[in-house]
């Protein structure tokens, strides 16, 4: 059976107030995604995933949602987006919307009306409870952004629940009405042309019936945010979540070649799940091991126990999914450095599974500097001083060496990395060494090499400090080598690809032809080999 289009593609996740602003008002919009359609094609990349562009106060930079169905003026109009969608159709690329279903803006129409009386016939579309016994809270459960879940409503007396910030009320999704409301969003989109959704804090959307406290954490330390205070087993990951997913996928599975992609950020056991059974589940739960990865886990050997045991864990007939960053996560080269951040890029692109790129990591951009007078993100500004803030991650694109990167005529709504100048679209994509170029060659590798994209991947034995695999398909057969490390390495062939030739290295320059079976591998390079017999 021939794979779907999202097995064998490639996603690119475009943060659109930070990819190209085209009216001068320093944020960008969709008008400006249109424009670098060619160079996403180009690239090789084969869908778009657009992080929120619906009507916002923007509380949350465009997760708290104000209309569902509409687009949002500082980045265009629904016109602006049909457009958008037919030029990417064009091109040959999908598009993929991001869905908010666990909470709204607190300027919803909806939580508008639920807030106005306890009568209201919106009130049970949010969590709305008494006061604690005594006064407070209703139970201990605190927000991802730290602080309680709970805010008070002078007016109806009651307290309503937020995961996150107070701008963002949770939706009560054992309430019918909300779950008809929230489906049809998804007919809404898909009727209009989109291509999937990546389905925002998927395994937050029901909470325990009777609101129990969380349990604490007994492994919580200062320092890792509030929120780690306690285990989310009552507010998050409850059994009834799976009845709602089964039904997006049914509306999904209506409209043909869809995808859905869950946000799930749990244990492996549980985050599988997710996958369903009978094609009841979600395409891809969002595989986020390579980001959460520690420093001793990104070694050969930490890195193969990683893979090997997502691979095991896989229920039989799921498609992996690989993810190194996102608008939530340091960048990878900041986290590795630059040498191991194009290690990191072999690795993504040539393990089993769909992978998803991150805009600007194809440039490397590392660390950037925000300072503390130009700080956005309300994740930092109510945890400062804990490494929490994702601003960094946010910063603009740089296309060119001009004005302000090419990105906007107007001062940017971040500041951009330092090294701009040279870190940018425009000179990078003109030198044959650079990570851009690394990922444009490593893209063209998919599309050339079935093994890469949809073939069997197999662990070799750990040698040292790199890491070994194969991926086949059919008679194809090529081998991955990474060095995990800051010296030379050597590596064992297997005897079937003695004399491999190079296909491509990590390290600009020559890099050393195999002898017979033997392998060298200079410092942080990475390598995927081809037998003789695939020349």
Not at 68 to 87: I, K, M, N, W
Not at 215 to 220: E, T
Not at 230 to 248: F, K, N, R, W, Y
Not at 269 to 292: A, C, K, Q, W
């Amino acid at each position: 059976m021939s794979a779907a289009w999202w097995q064998w593609g490639v996603v690119y996740q475009v943060y659109p107030r930070s990819f190209q602003d085209t009216n001068g008002d320093g944020i960008g919009d969709l008008a400006g995604i249109e424009q670098h359609l060619d160079y996403l094609a180009d690239l090789g990349v084969d869908a778009l995933w657009i992080s929120p562009m619906y009507p916002s106060p923007m509380a949350d930079f465009g997760y708290d949602v104000a209309d569902y169905c509409e687009v949002d003026p500082r980045f265009g109009t629904l016109a602006d987006f049909d457009r958008l969608l037919s030029a990417a159709h064009a091109r040959g690329l999908k598009i993929i919307l991001d869905y908010v279903p666990n909470h709204t803006s607190n300027r919803h129409p909806w939580f508008l009306e639920s807030r106005s009386a306890r009568t209201s016939p919106k009130r049970d579309w949010y969590l709305w409870r008494d006061a604690a016994p005594g006064g407070g809270p209703p139970n201990n459960w605190i927000s991802d952004f730290g602080g309680p879940a709970w805010t008070w409503d002078e007016a109806t007396g009651q307290y309503y629940a937020h995961a996150f910030l107070k701008e963002q009320p949770d939706l009560n999704w054992r309430n019918p009405e909300v779950q008809r409301a929230m489906f049809d969003v998804l007919r809404f989109w898909f009727a209009r042309g989109v291509d999937g959704f990546r389905i925002d804090v998927l395994w937050h959307i029901f909470k325990a019936a009777d609101f129990r406290d969380n349990p604490p954490n007994p492994d919580y330390r200062p320092g890792r945010g509030e929120m780690h205070r306690v285990l989310q087993t009552c507010s998050t990951d409850q059994p009834e979540v799976h009845g709602v997913i089964a039904e997006m996928r049914r509306i999904a599975d209506r409209f043909g070649a869809r995808v859905l992609i869950g946000e799930v950020c749990l244990p492996l056991e549980r985050s599988m799940r997710y996958y369903g059974t009978d094609g009841e589940g979600i395409h891809l739960p969002f595989n986020f091991r390579l980001v959460d990865a520690t420093p001793a886990q990104w070694t050969a050997a930490g890195l193969a126990d990683l893979v090997g045991a997502y691979e095991a864990a896989l229920p039989e007939g799921a498609w992996p999914n690989w993810v190194l960053g996102s608008h939530d996560a340091p960048r990878i080269a900041a986290r590795r450095g630059d040498a191991q951040a194009r290690v990191a890029a072999m690795l993504l692109l040539t393990l089993r599974g769909t992978p998803t790129l991150y805009q600007g990591d194809e440039l490397a951009i590392g660390a950037v500097h925000v300072p503390a007078a130009s700080v956005q993100d309300p994740r930092e500004l109510r945890e400062p001083g804990l490494g929490l803030g994702r601003d960094p991650s946010r910063t603009p694109m740089a296309w060119n060496a001009e004005g302000h990167a090419g990105f906007s005529s107007a001062l940017p709504w971040l500041p951009l990395h330092d090294d701009w100048p040279t870190r940018n679209v425009a000179r990078m994509w003109a030198d044959r060494e650079s990570t851009l170029s690394l990922y444009r060659r490593l893209l063209a590798l998919r599309r050339a090499y079935p093994a890469l994209s949809r073939g069997e991947w197999s662990l070799l034995p750990v040698q040292g400090d790199v890491l070994g695999y194969v991926r086949g398909h059919g008679a194809q057969r090529l081998v991955v080598a990474l060095n995990l490390g800051a010296t030379p390495q050597s590596f064992t062939l297997p005897a079937w690809a003695a004399s491999a030739r190079v296909l491509l290295s990590t390290v600009p320059g020559d890099p050393s032809p195999p002898s017979s079976t033997t392998l060298h591998l200079r410092p942080d390079e990475g390598l995927i080999l081809a037998p003789s017999l695939e020349a």
